[in-house]
């Protein structure tokens, strides 16, 4: 097996991600950008899409660390305009795709053009949440977005599956399909809240760090690959355990989740770098299955595509937004009233990504009686172009509809006195519980360790509320800014005293690892304590 190809899309897509974070573009579109113009460079290898890989491997992984960072509240708090999306919305493109594919490319039959459209249907939300964060979107928005992407892959793969069975000859009815999908859905819900529990238990009962976070590791895959077994949603299955488990993170030892938040991160990043890369790469491999006698017509074919998917969601998203508060008095006392902004930008933010690729190329190559597949290669082609499409066009552009929108942003002074508030509650609460454990004679302490404890305490206290205080006259820096300078200045004079002492045999480099790891948890600590 070779892995000096799997070795250079890693890096390569990870050097794209770190200049993307130095410059004006985002990463997403960076990396696609950059993974076109390398399609066609001698010597680059075939990167070609393979949904064996893509869809138990890739997807769990990268849902897993979406899911487990959201707010179980907040979703719940958005569920009906969430499913609207993830679900209505989903099958509302896949019928609306397929039925002007069917009409505009000759020789499509309706049925395999709604294979297309289940293709296409599913945006993924990772460059539009990305995007949002950076420009301060209103938290509604953002927990929208993110929740359709957690959500609509389980539609889109039931939905494709259906179409798929009826183009191939299998003879599936819309009853059916409704059938499976329901299954789908109930069975995947259903492995994820078996399941949750007891993962979550051992989370809390293994005590070795090293080994929580394999099994955290392991999480995703087991979920997927359980509710796949029983023909049902992997994705909702992965989400639904995510979801619980983030949401109960806190009662995790502090040393597995700051090792789990450092280990997700580096996953997180590759993955979604490796991602938009391949999603570059495949433009050789599709123009090459296309076919010398397609031509313009399958640009063209392309262009209609890419506007009808536009159209549609824009189509779906303002009734979805407007027509609930109207007809329904309880929905306009629950819920937060939508503007017209929000529903343009949740429109616009319908970019495509990896798994409407992964999808397409699990289109077989034949249906049953060993004909081909009707216009396989053509449906390659329009699900790349629709994906580049979006991710360029709407990518590119998303960012200065935000801010020509004028969203108002978050109020970073009340944020920090919200924050100052809850910090004084806990700090209280900290303090009680402190004087009630050094009058029990167990707990005797030194004077001097026991104002350690006050001092640390009141320093994470009053951290908060010197954050609302002036800068430095003459630095220009916050208290919060000299307080972290100064520490790793400190910090950094012993490190330079212990390998001095190293250098002499003073000490051997076991006795230095174990003093330098307490001086990082020190910085670290120091850094939290002000962050």
């Known amino acids: 097996m070779d892995v000096m190809p799997l070795l250079l899309l890693i890096a ?26 390398a399609s066609y460079l001698p010597g680059v290898p075939d990167y070609t899409l393979d949904p064996e890989v893509v869809l138990p491997l890739l997807l769990p992984p990268l849902l897993y660390t979406s899911a487990s960072d959201s707010s179980y509240l907040d979703l719940r708090a958005q569920v009906r305009p969430v499913a609207l999306l993830s679900v209505g919305y989903v099958l509302f493109a896949t019928v609306a795709v397929g039925w002007v594919a069917h009409l505009v490319v000759p020789g499509l039959p309706l049925t395999a053009a709604l294979v297309l459209g289940a293709v296409v249907a599913p945006p993924d939300a990772v460059a539009a949440t990305a995007v949002a964060r950076r420009l301060g979107l209103p938290s509604r928005i953002t927990t929208i977005l993110q929740g359709e992407s957690l959500l609509n892959d389980a539609t889109a793969i039931t939905a494709y599956k259906v179409a798929l069975a009826a183009a191939i000859g299998e003879g599936a009815t819309w009853a059916g399909g409704l059938v499976e999908f329901l ?192 216009q396989r290669n053509l449906i390659l082609f329009l699900t790349f172009t629709t994906v580049i499409g979006t991710l360029v066009i709407q990518g590119l552009s998303l960012p200065p509809l935000i801010r ?91 490190r330079d005293v212990f390998v001095r002492l190293r250098d002499h045999r003073y000490i051997d480099d076991e006795m230095l690892r174990a003093l330098l790891r307490r001086l990082d948890l020190e910085e670290a600590a120091a850094y939290r304590e002000v962050a």
């Open 183 to 374: 299954i789908a859905a109930v069975g995947g819900v259903g492995v994820g809240l078996v399941l949750m529990a007891p993962l979550h238990w051992l989370r809390t009962h293994l005590r070795e760090p090293l080994l929580q976070n394999t099994l955290s590791l392991l999480i995703p895959f087991v979920a997927y690959s359980v509710a796949e077994q029983f023909h049902a949603s992997g994705v909702l299955a992965v989400v639904v355990v995510a979801l619980y488990l983030g949401h109960r993170a806190w009662e995790v030892d502090f040393a597995t989740r700051l090792q789990e938040e450092a280990v997700w991160k580096m996953v997180a990043f590759i993955l979604e770098s490796a991602v938009f890369a391949l999603i570059g790469l495949q433009l050789r491999v599709v123009v090459e299955g296309l076919g010398a006698n397609e031509g313009m017509r399958a640009v063209l074919y392309a262009a209609i595509l890419f506007v009808v998917v536009v159209l549609a969601r824009l189509a779906w998203v303002y009734p979805a937004a407007f027509l609930p508060r109207l007809l329904s008095a309880r929905i306009r006392e629950r819920e937060e009233n939508p503007t017209w902004r929000g529903a343009l930008v949740t429109g616009w933010a319908g970019m495509r990504g990896v798994v409407s690729l992964a999808i397409a190329f699990s289109i077989p190559l034949t249906v049953h009686g060993g004909h081909p597949f009707p």
């Open 404 to 494: 020509a929108l004028r969203f108002p942003g978050r109020d970073p002074r009340a944020d920090t006195l919200a924050e100052a508030n809850a910090q004084a509650q806990a700090s209280r609460a900290a303090e009680t519980r402190l004087d009630e454990l050094l009058a029990d004679e167990r707990n005797a302490l030194p004077t001097p360790l026991a104002d350690r404890l006050r001092a640390v305490m009141e320093r994470r206290r009053d951290a908060v509320w010197e954050r609302l205080g002036q800068a430095n006259p003459v630095t220009g820096e916050s208290v919060d800014d000299t307080y972290r300078r100064l520490s790793r200045e400190m910090i950094s004079a012993e």
């Open 12 to 37: 390569g897509s990870a050097a794209v991600a770190g200049v993307a974070r130095r410059g004006p573009v985002p990463a997403p579109l960076l990396l696609v950008g950059v993974g076109l113009a």
